[in-house]
């Protein structure tokens, strides 16, 4: 599908899905893209009343692990979207 | 990996360094990613006074900033020590207005730009915007013009334009690199889209094919130039192509910046970089021939040989 390097076996959209699913429980969870760069939207009561950094906070902080490192299987998110629902 | 206090410490004083600090990739003047750009343009908007830290020239910091902000991408803008967020909430802050004000500046009303939509491209739009239950046509220009033309929500700051009956949503930051613009339907060879001119765009290389570049050559309308060495030439050229040695350096360089240029070499790869040189040296329309003399020789002309 492209080009971009990482180490990371398995379906990267699914492993995104999952690691907002487990911080954010009973999130709904949109995922798209390939090739390092992922579309990400998000649906949370937990986003009630924070602010858009606070509540892109939680979702990068959920799927941090997926984005660090040398070659990581997530090299950018080129938009993510929250909201209340 | 979890920062030391003392890596805390030193990140906290970093970020309270300068009133307005942007970590980012790339520097101010040359921004190396279409994120960090876009912010650097919205910044020029608000303020003058800021500075960078190139992230890709310290891994160190690279790392630390994203567990330090507990953000993971650049670009993070930080003012007056405190992180402000990444490039969406820039971009949203700045067509909200808030961003303005946190610079000290009231938003100021945004000039509608001005907008040309042809009837063909009227047509095609009114279709589907009458699918899109609720959804609107937006306009995006990023830093580097690269045009996103889309249905989709309205975004809060947007301004609204209308032509030909047509309403078209521009995102405010996109708004001035919008002033002018074209936007066409036709019907080509490889099919039917949407055309845009933008006469705020700068100069880019242009790739030609084998045929149309023949044309212009045979009208006079372009000055071909080889960029590969004589080793090469002498397996295979282009009878109409001044080779690029001293002398056709001296007479390239010579030439009114308005005059077309085109460049080819083997396969397209090393004239395109010197096209784009060409283009940063001003030249307004540098052809790179695709494929270079290769797909010259299979489309135009097979008696150059292939090697």
Redesign the interface.
């Known amino acids: 599908m492209s080009d971009h390097s990482t180490d990371f076996q398995g379906d990267v959209c699914a492993a995104i899905r999952d690691a907002i699913g487990s911080k954010l429980p009973g999130a709904s969870v949109e995922v798209s893209g390939g090739g390092g760069h992922y579309s990400i939207g998000v649906t949370s009561p937990e986003f009630a009343g924070k602010s858009?950094?606070a509540s892109?906070?939680i979702v990068?902080?959920a799927?941090?692990h997926l984005?660090?490192g040398d070659r990581p299987p997530v090299h950018?998110?080129d938009?993510?979207t929250t909201k209340v629902g | 990996m979890p920062l030391t206090d003392r890596q805390r410490a030193e990140f906290d004083k970093l970020v309270r360094s300068h009133q307005t600090l942007l970590f980012m990739k790339g520097n101010r003047n040359f921004p190396q990613c279409g994120f960090s750009a876009t912010v650097i343009g919205i910044l020029n908007k608000v303020t003058s006074g800021y500075e960078t830290v190139n992230i890709l020239e310290d891994p160190a910091v690279r790392e630390g900033m994203k567990e330090f902000s507990s953000w993971p991408t650049f670009p993070q803008l930080y003012v007056k020590g405190e992180f402000v967020g990444g490039c969406d909430i820039v971009k949203a802050m700045y067509a909200s207005g808030e961003l303005q004000k946190l610079f000290g500046g009231a938003a100021e009303p945004t000039k509608p730009p001005n907008v040309i939509i042809t009837p063909a491209a009227a047509k095609a739009f009114a279709g589907a915007v009458a699918e899109a239950g609720g959804d609107v046509l937006r306009l995006e220009i990023d830093a580097g013009y690269d045009c996103d033309l889309h249905v989709g929500p309205k975004a809060a700051g947007d301004v609204e334009v209308a032509s030909n009956g047509v309403t078209l949503y521009v995102e405010r930051g996109s708004a001035s690199r919008a002033d002018g613009i074209g936007i066409d339907f036709v019907e080509g060879p490889k099919g039917a889209g949407f055309k845009i001119t933008n006469p705020n765009a700068p100069a880019r290389v242009k790739p030609i094919e084998p045929k149309e570049l023949k044309a212009l050559l045979d009208a006079g309308r372009v000055e071909l130039f080889d960029v590969r060495p004589e080793s090469e030439r002498a397996r295979a050229s282009i009878a109409a192509a001044r080779k690029l040695d001293g002398e056709g350096q001296r007479y390239l360089l010579g030439l009114k910046k308005e005059t077309p240029v085109a460049l080819h070499c083997h396969h397209g790869m090393r004239s395109r970089a010197a096209a784009e040189e060409l283009v940063r040296e001003g030249f307004t329309t540098v052809y790179n021939l695709e494929g270079g003399i290769e797909a010259w020789s299979n489309e135009v002309d097979p008696a150059v040989p292939h090697y």
Do not use: F, N, P
Request: aromatic content about 8%.
């Open positions: 858009m950094l892109q906070r990068y902080t799927i941090a984005m660090g950018a998110v938009s993510l």
